[in-house]
């Protein structure tokens, strides 16, 4: 990933056009006219060997005549010319491209990204509209219009539907800061655009419209770093096998599952919507609600909702909007229902949606939205209001906008109408309070901005690759695994036996029925149902048939041996006939698990072509592929993952109790999604495991069936991860003084632990690391002390033991990484009892010896000039101390590494 010459792209000082042209309708002249008929301020080069002047402007006749190296160059040359002119213009010093030009081979594309390489120039394209850089008055593209100038950046893989949307928007005045289209993405992809526009001031918000993503593990680091700082909002196309057929020609790209497209957006932490116009719909709301999200209830639900309005018929719509995208309306608890029944008219709804009918003065609105806003559900209240000739709408918003303003955060609006409502429309948005045109489009808004929530939250997630009370046990488990694996790879088999899948989840922890294998004869079948326990199953067992039931191939409930050797013979026979090209390698017999109150459930991993390893979740049986209710989730996972996993899921509500079932063992199901997480991180050869069905109740999960596929190539393990996990490997114990200490990565779950730690500190010392005193930390500045992503950061933190058994914090060090891996830059601190011993010093040797294996160019600190611990330190470990910063009262510090 690299941001390196970006903003020499989008921020340029001057812009040369290749291939400028006088001739009406051609790209050179559209893109020519569109530059030079804007406002942008920077020096314009045209360049054509066969023209003299262009608008006034002195034409040169090659590259080398210019008078002066532009930073960025737009290239409308035929494919041919262009690896030779992307060579010229990094030779004199240009440092971006964009290649208008379309139809290079894929010999000219690699010939241009070889010249373009010495130089470190940049290329967007080729085969791409261009760009605008609305601030700068800069139009590189042969775009019809211009755009206004904004706060979103929107990046399309389509041009087509860049020009649309330009015009779209232009009629709606919404303004962009950046406004990209990749083309074929040769260089300049989605992660290097997402890096830069996360730090780009100008951008409040990134809008994308994607088809596939060519660099995997590249784009989620980049999604994760840009979603932490901004909303990442994207239409992603292909839902359907057409349009996933149509991506794949248009992009030259995999377009992979749009199952897993989802679960990496939402592990992104971005947000996903169905339409371009949602992306607006979505990029607003989340901009008023950045920040300021309304807390979940105890069941830690946000998407339950109030409806408020004067209008049945706007309520019934409300509600049934909610409905269909999974929203729940929030029961009226016996202290509201009282309140309502004192402020309203007898004939009130008495439910939710609650109407207040039609003729309400403005203190019926506002007492009924103080009783919604009292309830102990604290669901958010969305607010329907139709014109009426009683009372003035501008009046109603009026004297609602004294408690509505107090509580934006809880607060929807949707005032129905045009001209009558506009007044008490604009008053809402003053205070900060959203208003929406329909109810369908304030539930709508609503359910993003609940999906977006969830998102955020798995985006603070990183798990390990093995959970840390298994890390010690890893090597035995791996070793055990393997003593079934590499038999069977060594005999060139790619499919498992079912006992020896079985046997490999067993090794992993996930509780398997009893099964043994016996050749496919009477009498061994009954000996090992003997053995087992009555009642048996009976299924086939061959190399050639994966799904045995479609063949015959499992008889259940065998009671004694009679029927055993019936189903035996009638199966041998039903097998036979339907597939006789399989080779019967014999039959299984396990324990017939009788569990009344079980759910058949599926759990899974697999390869992605575009996104690696996946796991999946749903409902299990003979009908999996009927239900289809499954979802898709990326490893590792931890046990809040595996919950948003089950969640997503319509058999997740199957899981509660209900009747007179009892409520499955939830924590049971998520320690085999955990363990499914841990296989595919240890094992690289393993390319898909299905466990169907597994049976999950109030007892517990069993895995009934299991088929396991390995390959030799292995294509699996952490190491294709699009997601880095817990980097466990770099822990190690050293002596320090008289007591044992454990330097390591940090990891989510020290949130708790890193409280203490801070507020142990005294003031003075967290002054000298972030430059002012606090001993305060929300949970949200701990989360992302302690959720961080091991691909763009690392903090290191010494633990021991303390006096009372309990592990505590003694130091940490963090350096955050550039995406360009050339600079890091760190903070130290060490609790204040601790100082002077050396701690500090073996966390910073640690760090840059991390960093220097990571290939990283220099290490580089921040010290407050009266911190002179910190500046000796640096000198002692080879650091140039850099002059006070001017009126700054700081020194920077940095290592060569």
């Known amino acids: 990933m690299s941001i390196r010459n970006l903003d020499s792209l989008l921020d340029p000082a001057s812009v040369a056009v290749i291939g400028a042209s006088a001739r009406a309708g051609s790209v050179g002249a559209t893109v020519w006219h569109n530059l030079h008929g804007s406002s942008y301020r920077g020096a314009l080069y045209p360049v054509n060997p066969k023209l003299q002047t262009l608008d006034g402007v002195t034409v040169a006749a090659s590259v080398a005549a210019m008078p002066q190296a532009p930073e960025l160059a737009v290239i409308c040359t035929p494919p041919a010319t262009v690896p030779d002119i992307i060579a010229r213009l990094g030779a004199i010093g240009t440092r971006a491209a964009i290649v208008i030009t379309a139809g290079l081979s894929t010999a000219q594309k690699q010939a241009m990204l070889d010249a373009a390489r010495p130089s470190l120039l940049r290329i967007l394209g080729p085969n791409c509209l261009g760009l605008l850089s609305p601030h700068l008055g800069l139009n590189a593209s042969f775009a019809h219009l211009g755009a206004a100038a904004g706060d979103i950046a929107f990046v399309s893989q389509s041009g087509a539907l860049m020009t649309a949307l330009l015009d779209w928007a232009a009629a709606r005045n919404i303004g962009f800061s950046h406004f990209v289209s990749l083309g074929e993405s040769a260089d300049v992809d989605f992660g290097d655009l997402l890096d830069w526009l996360a730090s780009d001031a100008r951008t409040h918000s990134i809008l994308m419209y994607v088809e596939s993503v060519t660099a995997p593990r590249k784009f989620m680091s980049a999604a994760r770093a840009a979603a932490r700082n901004k909303p990442v909002i994207l239409v992603k196309a292909g839902r359907s096998d057409a349009g996933q057929l149509a991506a794949r020609s248009h992009t030259g790209a995999l377009a992979g599952s749009d199952l897993v497209y989802d679960a990496a957006i939402s592990r992104a932490g971005m947000l996903r919507v169905d339409t371009l116009m949602e992306l607006f719909l979505a990029a607003e709301t989340l901009a008023r609600y950045r920040g300021r999200m309304p807390a979940a209830d105890s069941a830690g639900r946000l998407e339950r909702l109030f409806v408020l309005t004067n209008g049945g018929g706007a309520g019934v719509m409300a509600a049934d909007a909610a409905a269909r995208l999974g929203l729940t309306l929030a029961p009226l608890a016996a202290a509201t229902l009282a309140g309502l029944d004192a402020a309203l008219p007898a004939n009130w709804s008495r439910g939710n949606p609650v109407d207040i009918i039609g003729d309400a003065p403005s203190q019926r609105y506002v007492e009924a939205l103080q009783a919604l806003l009292a309830d102990p559900a604290q669901a958010v209240v969305l607010f329907i209001h139709a014109p009426t000739a009683i009372v003035p709408s501008s009046d109603i918003a009026q004297a609602l906008l004294p408690v509505a303003g107090r509580n934006a955060a809880r607060l929807l609006s949707c005032w129905l109408g045009d001209a009558a409502v506009a007044g008490a429309r604009q008053q809402f948005q003053a205070a900060g309070i959203p208003s929406y045109a329909t109810p369908e489009e304030a539930v709508r808004a609503w359910q993003m901005l609940v999906t977006y929530r969830r998102n955020q939250e798995q985006l603070l997630e990183t798990p390990p690759a093995a959970p840390p009370e298994t890390a010690a046990a890893s090597s035995q488990i791996v070793a055990t695994a393997r ?56 299924k086939i067992l061959s190399a050639q048939i994966s799904h045995k039931s479609d063949v015959g191939g499992v008889a259940l409930n065998l009671a004694d041996a009679g029927e055993l050797r019936a189903a035996l013979a009638s199966m041998l026979e039903r097998v036979g006939t339907l597939r006789p090209d399989a080779t019967i390698d014999g039959v299984t017999v396990q324990a017939m698990v009788r569990r009344g109150h079980a759910r058949e459930l599926i759990v899974g991993s697999s390869i992605d072509p575009v996104f690696g390893p996946t796991i999946l979740f749903g409902a299990g049986g003979t009908a999996v592929e009927v239900l ?87 294509p699996g393990g952490a190491d294709h991860f699009v997601i880095r996990p817990y980097p466990a490997e770099l822990a190690e114990t050293i002596r320090w003084g008289d007591q044992a200490v454990v330097l390591r990565p940090i990891r989510p779950e020290d949130e708790a632990q890193h409280r203490g730690f801070v507020q142990a500190l005294a003031p003075e010392d967290i002054r000298m690391r972030v430059f002012y005193s606090r001993r305060n930390f929300e949970h949200s500045e701990l989360a992302r002390l302690t ?21 505590r914090t003694l130091g940490t060090v963090r350096a955050t990484i550039d995406p360009d891996n050339i600079d890091a830059e760190f903070g130290i601190i060490v609790r204040s009892e601790l100082k002077g011993g050396g701690l500090g010093e073996l966390l910073l040797q640690k760090m840059i010896a991390y960093l220097r294996s990571q290939g990283t160019r220099r290490l580089l600190g921040i010290v407050l000039a009266e911190n002179q611990r910190m500046l000796e330190l640096a000198r002692r470990l080879g650091f140039t101390l850099g002059a006070q910063a001017p009126g700054g009262g700081t020194r920077e510090v940095w290592l060569a590494l």
């Open 483 to 538: 003593t079934v694996i590499s038999p069977a790879l060594a005999a060139g088999r790619e499919m498992l036996t079912e006992p020896e899948a079985k046997a490999v989840l067993a090794a992993y922890g996930i509780p398997v029925v009893e099964t043994r294998a016996v050749p496919a004869e009477a009498a061994a079948a009954v000996s090992a149902a003997n053995a087992i326990g009555w009642p048996v199953a009976l």
């Open 628 to 714: 289809a209710d499954r979802a898709i989730a990326l490893p590792p996972l931890n046990q809040p993952l595996a919950r948003a996993l089950v969640e997503r899921t319509r058999i997740s509500r199957l899981l509660e109790g209900f009747r007179d079932t009892p409520a499955a063992d939830r924590d049971a199901l998520y320690r085999v999604l955990i363990a499914v997480s841990q296989m595919q991180a240890d094992l690289p050869e393993l390319v898909e495991l299905d466990i169907n069905p597994l049976l999950l109740d109030e007892h517990g999960a069993i895995a009934l069936d299991a088929r396991l596929r390995l390959s030799p190539t292995a």
């Open 787 to 807: 959720q961080i992503d091991y691909a763009r950061e690392m903090a290191f933190i010494a633990v021991a033991t303390g006096p009372d058994g309990a592990e």
